[in-house]
């Protein structure tokens, strides 16, 4: 399945149904009168969050979505059936903007989460509607009000707990693969990576979420590589691996053009936990493990891990450092969510 994580679609709400004129003719009834029936409502678009799904592939040749209009009124007063909504059955971490792409409608992060996007059209009265004790005979029914209609781009935003990040052939797709059950493709040249994969990653008892995403280069905010735009799956993460290529003469000078590249993207990437890591570790002496180690130190200004996805080499360290720093980030959304309940209300 190709993944595809951004797709603009067409909406449009249902038509209300026309009101109808009708007159009762019933043989043994003296004085007929008006029975005609209101049409019924068209109708609505909604967006529903539902599991199992992981890309908008299924946007890319369905870009027009039409809620079915209402029926038109009948004769003896009945009602026309309403229209049946369209429902939009969209990826967890599905965010809806408006046409400008800019304008947030609607962000979809729990599965079963269900948000009207557009309403259905009111139908019209028949003429029964409009009989009073000087109009005993109308002849006026109203069309039914038009759906609302609009443009809208669905950007896919991963939910993940952990995000890898670093630069080309740093070894992520083979760190994810050795810590979880998940298949990237893995070769010696840079790029393997095209687009996000998710890996679940069992630690301590704990589970957690990790993506991996296409290596930055130097300009991805430009354009350069891949460009940037993936960086839009770990907005939601709580904290960053990033692993920096051991094998490389110049470690911190990798670490700084990553770094930029995560502070030119923006979005709050700038400001979360980070995890750094020196890749690669089986295929360096001991004493060049040192002094790329103190380097990378010198340059983030934090203490550095050592490992090697290939060996196995300290992956157990990150993962608890991983594992400690988003069971904090749930006991602290667990204890605001508490505390907004507990709230009282303002009379």
């Known amino acids: 399945m190709k993944f595809l994580d951004q797709a603009k679609i067409y909406m449009k709400s249902g038509d209300g149904g026309n009101g109808c004129i009708s007159f009762r003719r019933e043989k043994y009834v003296e004085y007929g009168g008006p029975n005609g029936g209101d049409g019924g409502r068209g109708g609505d678009v909604v967006a529903l969050a539902v599991g199992g799904l992981n890309t908008l592939i299924d946007f890319r040749y369905r870009q027009h979505i039409k809620a079915e209009n209402g029926r038109p009124g009948l004769g003896k007063d009945m009602t026309g059936a309403a229209g049946q909504p369209a429902v939009i059955e969209l990826p967890v971490g599905t965010q809806i903007f408006a046409e400008d792409n800019e304008t947030l409608l609607a962000d979809l992060t729990v599965e079963g989460q269900e948000v009207q996007l557009l309403v259905g059209g009111d139908g019209g009265h028949g003429n029964a509607h409009f ?131 995560l502070d030119a993207y923006g979005s709050g990437l700038e400001e979360k936990s980070e995890i750094v890591a020196l890749n690669k570790c089986d295929a360096l002496p001991d004493e060049d493990i040192e002094m790329r180690r103190a380097a990378l130190a010198e340059a983030c200004g934090r203490d550095i891990l050592t490992l090697s996805g290939v060996s196995g080499d300290g992956v157990e360290d990150a993962l608890r450092q991983l594992s400690a720093i988003i069971r904090a980030e749930r006991q602290d959304e667990t204890e605001t969510s508490a505390a907004e309940a507990a709230r009282p209300w303002n009379l």
Do not use: M
């Not at 998940?182 to 069992?202: E, M, N, R, S, W």
């Not at 354009?223 to 940037?228: E, F, N, Q």
């Not at 990033?242 to 990553?258: F, I």
């Open 131 to 261: 009989k009073s004790s000087t109009n005993r005979a109308p002849r006026r029914a109203d069309p039914g009000r038009p759906g609302q209609e609009l443009w809208v781009w669905l950007r896919l935003k991963l939910l993940a707990d952990a995000g890898l990040v670093g630069l080309p052939n740093a070894g992520k797709s083979t760190f994810l693969a050795a810590v979880s059950r998940a298949k990237p493709k893995i070769a010696d040249y840079p790029f393997t990576t095209l687009h996000p994969q998710l890996g679940v990653v069992y630690q301590d008892g704990d589970e957690f979420v990790l993506a991996d995403i296409p290596g930055l280069i130097e300009g991805a905010h430009e354009g350069h590589g891949l460009g940037d735009r993936f960086l839009g799956h770990i907005e939601r993460c709580g904290v960053v691996l990033h692993l920096v290529d051991g094998t490389q003469e110049d470690v911190a000078g990798a670490y700084r053009t990553v770094r930029d590249e």
